[in-house]
């Protein structure tokens, strides 16, 4: 961050996000509940979490976007003291979700941070003619990058812009199109691998951290293999807002 950034953070405190794929598991759901105080996390960005009962699992001091009651791929949890306000921006969709969070500050106007959770799944393939997989949001990514200030989560693609070596699928070639149409960069460190698959093969990097440099800053990105449960690690990194002024509002009589 340049010294004009700092100097207009230094009365907000960051955004301390933990990002992690949970496969399901309720194991893996306790084990990232561990990582939160390691962590300092005030958002959680949880794909694929349990869902025992058909319900989201609450986790104490945090809001739970969406609504416990409504079964999804995604969620996020963000800590009930951290933020002035969150809202949801997105419409329902089972796939990801995008919150809007406004931080406290000294601001005249308060500055705010959209950040969409995506989980990519794989919808279908046919495997006897090796057509390309098709997954839940490739028709939507243009539409979610577009409106947002950061995107976070399991891709399911693979290319050579984080993962030196891979053959990148049309369908990998686009997001990466969509990524710089939006002015989104990659926050990941190249060649960081973030999952281990059970069966033994070559890992991959899947779960991505997208941002957009003239909206936020990003800092501190790096895996928790210690808190990895499943296949999937858990990943955090802070965010600054680079919107807002701190210049008084002075009204007059």
């Known amino acids: 961050m340049n010294s ?4 207009r953070n230094a009365g907000r405190p960051p955004a301390r996000i933990l990002q992690y794929n949970t496969g399901k598991s309720p194991t ?26 058909g319900t ?3 986790i104490d001091d945090f809001h739970c976007f969406p609504s416990h009651n409504q079964p999804c ?7 009930k003291k951290a933020f002035k306000s969150t809202s949801v921006i997105s419409d329902p969709h089972a796939d990801f979700l995008v919150v809007s969070v406004t931080l406290y500050s000294k601001d005249r106007k308060p ?4 950040i969409a959770s995506c989980y990519n799944r794989l919808q279908n393939r046919n495997w006897r003619t090796r057509d390309q997989p098709t997954h839940s949001l490739d028709p939507l990514l243009h539409e979610i990058f577009a409106f947002v200030d950061l995107v976070a989560g399991d891709m399911n693609k693979h290319h050579p812009r984080w993962e030196t070596g891979r053959q990148p699928s049309q369908w990998a070639q686009n997001l990466v199109h969509i990524c710089n149409a939006a002015n989104l960069h990659l926050a990941n460190t190249p060649n960081t691998l973030t999952s281990y698959p059970i069966n033994n093969s070559r890992p991959p ?12 800053a990003i800092g501190n990105w790096h895996t ?12 955090s990194y802070q965010a600054w807002p680079k919107t807002g002024t701190h210049q008084e509002y002075k009204g007059y009589n």
């Open 205 to 216: 990097v899947l779960d991505l951290t997208f941002f957009n440099q003239d909206q936020v």
């Open 73 to 79: 791929q995604t969620v996020t949890y963000v800590w």
């Open 111 to 114: 500055p705010t941070i959209n």
């Open 56 to 58: 989201l699992s609450p």
């Open 4 to 7: 004009i950034t700092e100097q």
């Open 28 to 53: 893996a759901f306790q084990v990232m509940q561990a990582a939160i105080s390691d962590t300092d996390t005030n958002i959680l960005l949880v794909q694929e979490p349990p869902l025992p009962n």
């Open 224 to 235: 928790h293999l210690e808190h990895k449960a499943l296949d999937h690690t858990a990943i």
